[in-house]
């Protein structure tokens, strides 16, 4: 079965690009009839999702994080990843990949991954 | 934007007995709508979507219902392992995929 895997710094300097990878492994990312995503959750807080890459490349990403977001597609990796630009505190959090096999249903998750953002 | 809003915040039920948590969505999201299982330190886990379908491997005392703006997850006969905290998702209208704030479900 599909299993994912974070990676990526764990601490990030404020006004930087926050930069994450999701491995993907027990199928092809490009083939599985996936949509993969990217979502987050500060510590002891809820979620929030980022956004979504197609097999095609195209794109859809949250409206409050728009400006700031990029994810894309390695389909030689079989990975996609995930750039935050300009990050704050506010970006601290666990963030999770997530593959989507049906419109909203996010199954499975990656363990998910710590990212800091501090001097 | 829907927002998503779970109630109770904390349950405390006691093992063996039901619990109910419920979710409202701010407008109508039909039956678009999922539930998550997440442990302390675990991702989340899919456990109900489409308001009331049950995902592989989901054991049956895990019932969800409601449509529209109103529903509900209903866990019959509390095991030890299913205490955690609950959240609901929606997906009818989107960009952006909104969750609530979740439901935290504690041993009495």
């Known amino acids: 079965q599909v299993q994912l895997q974070e990676s990526g710094p764990g601490l990030v300097k404020p006004s930087q690009t926050l930069s994450l990878t999701c491995t993907v492994s027990?199928?092809?990312?490009?083939?599985?009839?996936?949509?993969w995503n990217w979502i987050r959750q500060p510590a002891g807080k809820g979620l929030e999702w980022i956004g979504l890459?197609?097999?095609?490349?195209?794109?859809n990403y949250n409206p409050s994080l728009k400006s700031r977001v990029t994810i894309s597609l390695d389909t030689s990796k079989n990975q996609f990843s995930l750039k935050l630009s300009s990050v704050t505190a506010a970006d601290t959090a666990v963030y999770y990949c997530a593959g989507e096999l049906a419109i909203g249903r996010f199954d499975p998750w990656g363990q998910g991954t710590l990212v800091t953002v501090s001097s | 934007e829907i927002v998503m809003t779970q109630s109770p915040a904390t349950l405390s039920v006691s093992p063996g007995e039901r619990a109910t948590l419920s979710c409202r969505a701010s407008q109508s999201v039909s039956s678009n709508l999922a539930w998550y299982q997440q442990k302390p330190g675990q991702a989340p886990r899919l456990l109900i979507y489409g308001a009331s379908t049950r995902a592989t491997g989901i054991p049956a005392r895990f019932t969800g219902s409601g449509s529209g703006t109103e529903f509900t997850l209903t866990i019959s006969s509390l095991q030890s392992e299913d205490f955690a905290v609950y959240y609901c998702?929606?997906?009818?209208?989107?960009?952006?995929?909104?969750f609530g704030q979740g439901t935290k479900l504690e041993i009495k």
């Open positions: 998702q929606q997906y009818n209208n989107w960009p952006p995929y909104t």
């Open positions: 027990g199928g092809s990312i490009s083939s599985g009839g996936y949509y």
């Open positions: 890459i197609y097999t095609s490349g195209s794109t």
